[in-house]
């Protein structure tokens, strides 16, 4: 945790500890100042202290700094954080501390010892600045998503398999009507359970934590994949989808590239006349292979090209087609594989969405 290692020099003279006075009466006004002798014992706190711990100066001066301890990091947190200051280096992280009501507060600490003139620690200065608001966002967001994963997608995916099985007649014979009903339950069903799992997807993207396989791909069995997949989720429209032959084989996490293509050859089906053809295609481009799917639909409005990968970002406005977060994940993950993803577009032609990643190097041969 300790952060930048600078050695602090003896603070002997008096001009030094007039500025350093100085300093930290200006750093006061918009940091939480603590200065405590070498074992701990605080002989100085600013008003923002006094206002956050709740306690008085006081009650503070002469005090433990433990006086603040929450219990919630472990000895080692802080058995670190006296090895790094006592030897003379700044220490730097983010603390809970606990108030004198016993409320919590979250703290970003820097901690900076002074040397006396045999070079020991005699003195340590904390600064710290409230991080109590962002660190509660980050903790709520967390579990938010922790929930939406166990209490939402669980029972989705139990409603979702429910309707699949009574629609295959397991349950017995339907009436049309009854097929209609749950086929539409069936695909809102499907479209909450997708969003879920992109929320999910975009917090680990968020937080660096989407790690990527990388193995040996096929891209002529991903694409026949990714066709009937993308067909289904549209309402069964594969036919309109030509897919040419290809041997090409990339280097890619299989999962992450065919959510990607899934959602390309979707948008391809979605945003274009119902009877409009899509083509997919794959090609060799220098030691990368470039897939492209190809549609006669709208084109992309030429105000929205800029935005495009943003998340969120609908050029149709709000509508049940889509939630706009597709291309801002599939960007993602094609660069965190290595590649890059683009278009190109005519206003009432169509569109062509491409990308482009390592190929596998015993296969540049082969096509
Ligand atoms: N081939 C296309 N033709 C025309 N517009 C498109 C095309 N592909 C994407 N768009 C526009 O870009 C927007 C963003 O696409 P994106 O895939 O990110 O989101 P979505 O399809 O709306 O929702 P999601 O993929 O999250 O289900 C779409 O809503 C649509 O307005
Ligand atoms: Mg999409």
């Known amino acids: 945790m300790s952060g930048v290692f600078r050695k602090k020099t003896a603070d002997a003279s008096g ?25 701990g014992r605080i002989s100085y706190v600013n008003d923002m202290f006094c206002a956050i711990s709740k306690y008085s100066r006081e009650e503070l001066l002469g005090q433990d700094h433990r006086i603040i301890k929450s219990g919630r990091h472990p000895r080692e947190f802080f058995r670190d954080m006296w090895r790094t200051i006592s030897g003379g280096n700044v220490w ?37 600045h409230d991080i109590t608001a962002r660190h509660n966002l980050a903790m709520f967001k967390e579990e938010t998503l922790a929930l939406a994963n166990h209490e939402l997608r669980n029972p989705l995916t139990t409603v979702y398999a429910a309707v699949v099985a009574l629609l295959s007649g397991e349950a017995g014979p339907l009436s049309d009507d009854a097929v209609e009903f749950l086929t539409i339950a069936k695909k809102s069903c499907r479209r909450m359970i997708e969003l ?16 990527f396989r990388r193995e040996r791909v096929d891209l002529g069995e991903l ?30 996490d299989r999962n992450r590239l065919m959510e990607v293509v899934v959602n390309v050859i979707s948008n391809a089906l979605k945003f274009s006349p119902p009877d409009a053809p899509v ?26 090209r800029r935005r495009i990968f943003q998340r969120f970002a609908r050029a149709h406005g709000v509508t049940e087609r889509g939630s706009g977060l597709g291309l801002n994940i599939s960007k ?31 296969d540049s041969q082969r096509n």
Do not use: M
């Open 15 to 39: 001009a030094e500890s007039s500025a350093l006075a100085d300093v930290v009466s200006a750093l006061g006004n918009s940091a939480i100042v603590a200065v405590t002798d070498a074992k």
């Open 92 to 128: 730097h992280g983010d603390i809970c501390n606990k108030a004198k009501d016993g409320s919590l507060y979250w703290v970003d600490t820097t901690i900076t010892p002074f040397l006396d003139k045999a070079g020991k620690s005699h003195k340590y200065i904390a600064i710290r």
């Open 196 to 211: 879920v799992e992109k929320f999910l997807t975009l917090d680990a993207l968020e937080a660096g934590k989407l790690e």
């Open 223 to 252: 694409l026949q994949e990714a066709v009937e997949a993308a067909g289904l989720a549209c309402g069964g429209e594969p036919n309109r989808v030509t897919l040419a032959p290809t041997s090409l084989v990339v280097v890619a």
């Open 279 to 304: 083509e997919v295609s794959a090609e060799r481009f220098g030691d990368q292979a470039r897939v492209r799917v190809r549609d006669r639909g709208p084109g992309i409005p030429k105000e929205f």
């Open 332 to 362: 993602a993950i094609i660069e965190g594989l290595g590649g890059s993803i683009g278009f190109e577009t005519t206003p009432g032609e169509g569109s062509t969405f491409f990308f482009e990643l390592p190929r596998e190097g015993a």
